[in-house]
Every structure is written in structure tokens, then in C-alpha cells.
């Protein structure tokens, strides 16, 4: 990688001015918020820096700031030269690499709204997002293209070299040419700060995928949120493991830039490359899902990094197992929430200086809870299910930590809205606030704790059983890996708790043909920490779970497999 040249496109002239067009008529003491002015002051004050490192294949790539921005730049016009105009969408599928990265910042630079697609999806499944959301054009990595091959929507490549002659390096070197070297002045800037700058779409477990439409307000106080939360500076390094096009990378696109900090990337979930960036790259810093984490702490290079790393743990409760592990191996777990219509975290678990006294067990069920808003996020708050209409006003439920309720909240990390989806966003926004529809208590010190979605909530002989909370008991066993419970039905009961069960690799040959052995003994284990309702009635032993993109798991799947039994 030290013998890596940067095009000749990608080399800044020796008097480059970091600085768009001036936005006329605006007060002194306004300018509107925009994630992308993190580049141009990151630009400013370390051009040398090293901003992006790409390892990991065949073309290794690595870019200081002063470059970044300039092919940043390049990809702006290049766009503009295309016939982008604000407020279009640009489509991006590809796995983390320098592509994506550039497109979180160069499509803002275009005033454009950058399309994140998930490279998992199958071609329907791109061809439904791609339509819904009317991309103009579409960024795509080399191992994607088999996904936009019906699409009539034009289509740049990128073959992930970094080489002058690489379709997606052509594509920036005519945009360089078509600058005229004006450079970022030549730029203008978005006077809307509520302008569009991502459009994001869930998973559609439940069915068509929605869109998510977010702003650069939005997205420059998510970001700055998020530094300020995971503690980063100009000393970290990112590596990323959670995908960029999952929730926009959670606004670490921007969070990174904004901090200095160095990104690595990743083109896949590769837990050899993991741990050599964590022992000889000097990782400060990563985003993962709580699955993600368990083969982290599990790889067998694990063992602990000469520097501090934090983990930024969401899209389940870290177990009390998992936050042991990661502790042991030197990782500190920060325990985030949030979901793709909040810009990804919105709260966070504020570990107490009182904690420490207390065992593991106990610490960590308190840091399983969600906890408090961040930073630039307004109150969390949990209500009283609405009825009717949902027009009416939302009710706060006490702060006993036992009454169930729906997890809310309203200001700036908050979607704009659902992307041509007006009732869909009506519903989502009723009595002034969004609604998660994640299933909580509130505890007596403010923080929340989810109990389950409320499509999870395990209806037994008329009681309410969390599947989440019955996760946590049983992934306490020693031999449990990882666990999913999800309702199946029962002749008297209405619905049973059934659970799916991975075992950690050491403890897989003690209960190979002894299955209905293993079941009485989590059943048992169960017993010690569970109400009758809520103990498995059924136990399946299996090698892996499915999942999602990202590593949460599928109960989707596992209710399906259910549904048959």
C-alpha cells in the first residue's frame, strides 16, 4: 500500500480554496447545518492526515484528507455534468469501500440525495427501491452488478482499484475536467438545511420496504451526536464492520470526518481481518450488532489489542455473557439504540460510576437497558398506547420500570419523512411525536428499557412474556452462544415461549445426539429465573440462526418455521 499513487485527478491544486459558493442574503449569525462541511474543515486543518484506508484486496487504496476532498469534489461535478439536479436521488450499491464512502459527502456536494442500497437484496428487491425511489443514476460496486442488470437507469461501475483506468476513476476525472478548476467555490451550497440528504430504506419484514427520507440537519447533529458519544478525536480509528448502507452507517460517514479520525474499510464481515486491524492498525473504534460481537470475541485470533477499543453495540441488548467477553478481551461495550428512521442511535446507556461495585450479572442487566436521548436528541419518552386514530394526546406511563408502554420521541434526529408515503408518515408522527413501536418501561432514574417489539410480545395464558427479557435468562447458560425465542402455539396456553438455541463451539460435542438432554437442562436453568409463563415450552438446537445484512437475527424466519410445527 505504501506504493499507492492517487490519480492525477485526485491531486489538489497547491492553492485549493475549501470553501462552497457563498449563500446569498443570509444573516451573520446563520448558516445552514451540513454534514458535508466536516470534509472541507477536516481538509483544512489536516490535509495530511491519513482520512481513508482500503487494504483488504487486490488494489489497496489510501487517501489523506487534502486527496479525499478532492475527489470528492470530482465526484460532485462529475455528477452535476451528468444532469444530477438538487434533490435527485443517486443510488449506491456497494460493500464498504471507498465508493460509498465518497458518495455519502460527494452526493451532498451535489446537492443531491444519496440512495444507499443494501447489497444483500435480491434484484426485485433492488429493482422495487430503485423504481420507488426514481434513482437518476447508479453507483455500483463491480460484485453488484448483477443486481441492476434489468434497470434502464444508467449505471456507473466501479471495480474498486483506485487505478486511472478503473470506469469508476474515469467517471471523477471527467469531472475534474468538466470543474473547470473552480474548485469548491464553484460549488454552491444548500441554503435548506431541511433539504433531503439520504434516503434509506427499512428491511420490509412486514412487507414492501419504506423509505426514509432524512436531512442534512438532521444527519450534521446525528453525527456530531455520535462522535461526542463514542468519545472520538483526531487519535481514532474506525474500522468498518456495521455496512454504510445500512441507516447511512449510522452517520459515521460524517461522525468519522468531523472527529479527524482515520476509516478503514471493510468489504466483508471477515473476523481474520477484524483482529488483524484490531492488534496492528490501531482500531479505536467499531459499530456491530450483538451476533457481529459474538464472533469478534469467539475468532480465534481473539486476545486482547494494545490500544482501547469501543464497540458500539446495537440492534439487540448485549447479553450478559457477550459484555464479560468483550470486557476480557479489552473491548469497553457502549450500548446504543435507534432505529433507521432516527438516523440509527438516538440513546445510549450511560454506565454509572455506582456499577462498578455491583456483579456481572447485575451490570449487566443495567446495561441492557436502552437508556437516555443523546446529545443533540430531544427527551425519550415511553406512553400509553394510543387508540383510535392516534390523534389524540400521548400519556406518559410512570416511571416505575414495570408499566409497558411505546417507546416516542420528536426533534432533530428524527426523519423527515416516509419517502411518497404520506399516510405512512402520518401514522408514524401521530400526537406530535414518532412512534418506534418498540414495546418499554420507564425506570424511576429516566432511562428506558425495551421489553420487545411489539410484534414479539409472547401472549401466554393472558400474560405478557418478553421475548427479549426471556433471551437474557437464557443466554446466562454457559453453553449458550446465541438464543431467539419467538411465540409458538399451544392448545391451552394460546402461546408458548419456543427457543432457538446456537451453542458455543467448545460445548457442541457434549450434546451432539443428546438434544432432549440439553432441553431439560435450559428448561431447568430457565425455571431459576423465569415466571412459568415465560419459560421455553420448547427448545431446538441449531447451528446458526438466520439473519439479517447486518446480524440481527430473523424472528421473521423462525416464526415461519414455527407456523409448520
Avoid at 37 to 58: C, E, G, M, N, T
Avoid at 231 to 239: D, V
Avoid at 340 to 361: A, I, K
Avoid at 546 to 559: E, F, Q
Amino acid at each position: 500500500m505504501s506504493n499507492f499513487v492517487p490519480t492525477a485527478a485526485s491531486i489538489p491544486p497547491k492553492d485549493v480554496k475549501l470553501r462552497l459558493q457563498e449563500i446569498p442574503n443570509l444573516p451573520p449569525n446563520l448558516h445552514p447545518l451540513n454534514p458535508l462541511v466536516f470534509l472541507l474543515r477536516a481538509a483544512q486543518i489536516y490535509p495530511q492526515k491519513v482520512a481513508l484506508i482500503h487494504s483488504d484486496v487486490i488494489h489497496p487504496v489510501v487517501y489523506n484528507f487534502g486527496v479525499w476532498a478532492q475527489r470528492i469534489q470530482n465526484l460532485a461535478y462529475a455528477l452535476i455534468k451528468f444532469g444530477i439536479k438538487p434533490g435527485d436521488r443517486v443510488g449506491v450499491i456497494a460493500p464498504n469501500c471507498p465508493l460509498i464512502a465518497d458518495a455519502h459527502h460527494g452526493v451532498l456536494a451535489a446537492r443531491a440525495i444519496v440512495t444507499p442500497i443494501n447489497t444483500r437484496l435480491k434484484p426485485s428487491e433492488v429493482e422495487y427501491i430503485i423504481e420507488h425511489s426514481s434513482c437518476s443514476l447508479l453507483l455500483v460496486d463491480h460484485e453488484c452488478v448483477h443486481l441492476v442488470k434489468s434497470t434502464k437507469v444508467p449505471v456507473i461501475v466501479s471495480n474498486d482499484t483506485g487505478l486511472a483506468d478503473d470506469p469508476y476513476e474515469v467517471f471523477l476525472s471527467d469531472g475534474r475536467v468538466f470543474s473547470g478548476e473552480r474548485g469548491w467555490p464553484g460549488l454552491s451550497a444548500e441554503a435548506d438545511e431541511n433539504a433531503g440528504a439520504v434516503l434509506c430504506y427499512t428491511s420490509g419484514t412486514t412487507g414492501r420496504p419504506k423509505g426514509v427520507l432524512t436531512t442534512l440537519r438532521g444527519s450534521y447533529l446525528a453525527a456530531i451526536a455520535n462522535a461526542f458519544e463514542g468519545q472520538m478525536n483526531r487519535h481514532s480509528t474506525y474500522l468498518w464492520i456495521l455496512p454504510m448502507f445500512h441507516a447511512a452507517g449510522w452517520t459515521f460517514p460524517w461522525a468519522n470526518v468531523f472527529s479527524f479520525a482515520t476509516q478503514i474499510t471493510l468489504r466483508t464481515v471477515n473476523y481474520t481481518h477484524i483482529w488483524r486491524h484490531f492488534l496492528h492498525s490501531g482500531v479505536t473504534h467499531y459499530c456491530a450488532a450483538p451476533t457481529v460481537q459474538i464472533g469478534i470475541v469467539n475468532g480465534p485470533q481473539a486476545k486482547k489489542p494494545p490500544q482501547d477499543i469501543t464497540a458500539i453495540i446495537a440492534g439487540a441488548a448485549p447479553t450478559a455473557h457477550l459484555i464479560a467477553k468483550l470486557e476480557e478481551t479489552g473491548i469497553r461495550p457502549v450500548h446504543v439504540y435507534g432505529l433507521t428512521e432516527t438516523y440509527g442511535p438516538f440513546t445510549r446507556n450511560f454506565e454509572q460510576e455506582s456499577w462498578s461495585n455491583l456483579s456481572l450479572q447485575e451490570r449487566a442487566r443495567l446495561m441492557a437497558r436502552q437508556g437516555h436521548a443523546f446529545a443533540t436528541a430531544e427527551e425519550v419518552r415511553v406512553v400509553h398506547a394510543t387508540e383510535g386514530d392516534g390523534d389524540e394526546p400521548l400519556r406518559d406511563v410512570p416511571r416505575d420500570g414495570k408499566t409497558v408502554g411505546e417507546i416516542v420521541t420528536r426533534g432533530n434526529i428524527v426523519m423527515k419523512e416516509y419517502f411518497r408515503d404520506p399516510e405512512a408518515t402520518r401514522k408514524a408522527f401521530a400526537g406530535g411525536s414518532f412512534h418506534s413501536g418498540d414495546l418499554a418501561v420507564w425506570h424511576p432514574d429516566g432511562a428506558v428499557a425495551i421489553m420487545d417489539r411489539s410484534k414479539d410480545i409472547i401472549i401466554s395464558g393472558g400474560e405478557n412474556a418478553s421475548s427479549l427479557a426471556i433471551e437474557q435468562e437464557l443466554s446466562s447458560h454457559p453453553h449458550v452462544l446465541e438464543v431467539s425465542v419467538v411465540a409458538r402455539s399451544h392448545i391451552k396456553w394460546g402461546e408458548r415461549p419456543m427457543a432457538f438455541v446456537v451453542l458455543h463451539p467448545q460445548h457442541v460435542s457434549k450434546w451432539r445426539n443428546r438434544q432432549s438432554a440439553f432441553e431439560k437442562e435450559l428448561k431447568e436453568h430457565a425455571k431459576q429465573r423465569l415466571p412459568g409463563f415465560a419459560c421455553p415450552e420448547w427448545v431446538e438446537i441449531r447451528s446458526e440462526l438466520p439473519k439479517t445484512s447486518t446480524g440481527k437475527i430473523l424472528k421473521t424466519k423462525l416464526r415461519n418455521v414455527v407456523s409448520k410445527l
